[in-house]
DNA sequence: TCCTATTACGTCGTCCGTAAGTATT
DNA sequence: AATACTTACGGACGACGTAATAGGA
């Protein structure tokens, strides 16, 4: 048995049993892919797939258990060449972090700020997308970090902790109305046109249940990725925005009024996100102690080791 | 990156840095594990041993921290052959129990004969030793499942289990003057001369810390690992003996008397233990269940797979 | 008929074993 | 001087790529 023959395994498992694009997935020919896993079937005795004459249709139920004990050797086996490279230059190497727009554009800078000037050598990569690319990302290896409100907690193959709390901020242009209001309420929030995230980005969900509790229909005129629209139509007088609090900075948004929703929306908790299993780099676990303080590398460390979901045979 | 220099690596290690002995135990030739472990170096541009010229003097830190992974590596690997070997025959194989003179005298016997009706397939073998050779043979995956009352709660890279509760018995000639006392004390125990187990055996711990918190010199006149042995010079009159319950038959050793001194020394627990992270084949998992019918699979599989000790680069 | 896996075959790499060399105790 | 690791070299096996073949959709 050979790593490379688990490996060339998994690949065709997540090609979706097609051995050739496995094999163009991993840069070598498709004979030679199929002849290691029919080796590796001869070698354990045992068939994994199954096959209709010469497709691949299904896993057998051995084959999903070895699949499943594939994944572990090759988790460890990265781990293995991980501990080498932190050995061989403690302080380089690629450092991936997937995350959504807002954090992206107001949270990480100043620890990407403070991260690159202690470790010059790390090259930081920054991939946005939704959540869910946020964990796709993670899962496949693609990248080290995850960080995003949703999605995070529940994702099968991850860790997650808690980095942050947040709340959502009511803004509108100066001396709107709204912004005189006393106790601001979800009805009169809801009489006015709002614009706010698109579903599944920086609370949104919090917001929706908030309002369905209420049994309450919000007036959206606009839903976006980004803060920064928001914040434009806003100006624009198209409605007043709910945005997270660490996207408002009265000194930049002048003309724009901030008042506090906590209390009609909750609190939402940012989530930071790790493969299972994987441990992480000395710099990974730099990086996230600069975002949450609280999340030393000691915690981050067993954090990553911890609960593997046990398999049975 | 290949398992066979990973397996190379932890055999130099455990062989005392010492590549000629690696080799051997390896029925490999020694150059070829030196060539090995200078690829894995290499390939890691990391140094793994310390060196004064052409000895191996020490592992570096790298070199500590790389053993550790390695070592998980190759758990892992060896989990998927065995997930392989689940599959390939359901029922076949080899169980390894590495157990104490104690139990496999009067414990095992049952569990055996009802396994092997079970499992004929299965080639089971039972490697007698005192407890800190129990936990040897599992740390170093010769045995599979580990029966003592002593030594495995605490040693490292096993998991434990309770497996029963037991407490000591006196034995005495019948006619015995002690058989005929009401209360008995450790005080009037110390003045008969005693046989009982060698230390590290048994529950000899309990006995001695009974007498020892008592401040009671006790007249220790013969030790031995076996209870037929005991039993046997109890016999002969040399001395009264101390002995664990399971290993009284009172139609088997007619001639002699047990009465409960529980009270005296309290409770044992033997226990189980497996190598922390080895998958158990399920029909070990069969064998833990007719030993302790609370040990479900369900929970010896899990138990295999919890807190593995993290460890830092 | 197209797509995909297997079989066949030649080449290159690499692993291993033997033998000689060199450094350390 | 003995022991122990490294270097050198030759042989054999194995992995991989190309080309041809067979089996399904």
Do not use: C
């Amino acid at each position: 048995m050979k790593i490379q023959q688990l490996r060339f395994l998994i690949e065709v498992v997540d090609s979706g049993l097609n051995v050739t694009l496995a094999a163009e997935r991993l840069f070598t020919s498709q004979p030679g892919v199929s002849k290691q896993i029919r080796l590796l079937e001869e070698e354990a005795g045992v068939t994994i797939f199954e096959r209709s004459g010469k497709r691949f249709t299904g896993l057998t139920a051995a084959g999903e258990a070895m699949t499943r004990a594939a994944r572990r050797v090759l988790l460890e086996a990265e781990n293995f060449k991980r501990v080498a490279d932190e050995f061989r230059d403690e302080s380089a190497g690629t450092l991936t972090v997937a995350t959504t727009h807002t954090q992206a554009r107001y949270v990480l800078p100043r620890v990407v700020a403070e991260f690159t000037r202690r470790y010059p050598q790390v090259r930081l990569a920054i991939r946005e997308g939704d959540p869910h690319r946020v964990v796709e990302n993670l899962q496949r290896g693609e990248a080290d970090i995850g960080i995003a409100t949703e999605a995070l907690a529940s994702a099968p193959g991850l860790v997650s902790l808690p980095a942050y709390s947040w709340h959502h901020l009511l803004i509108a242009p100066a001396g709107h109305p709204l912004l005189a209001q006393d106790a601001l309420t979800l009805q009169t929030l809801a009489s006015h046109p709002l614009i706010t995230y698109d579903p599944a980005f920086s609370g949104r969900s919090r917001i929706d249940e908030a309002f369905r509790r209420a049994d309450i229909e919000p007036n959206l005129v606009l839903t976006a990725v980004d803060s920064d629209v928001i914040k434009t139509y806003v100006s624009l007088g198209l409605g007043v925005g709910i945005i997270a609090s660490m996207a408002f900075d009265s000194q930049r948004d002048s003309g724009l009024v901030a008042i506090d929703v906590g209390h009609l929306f909750g609190a939402n908790i940012t989530r930071l996100a790790l493969r299972r299993g994987a441990l992480p780099r000395r710099f990974a676990m730099a990086f996230v102690e600069l975002l949450a303080p609280q999340l030393t590398p000691e915690l981050v460390s067993a954090a990553s080791r911890e609960g593997g979901q046990s398999y049975d045979i």
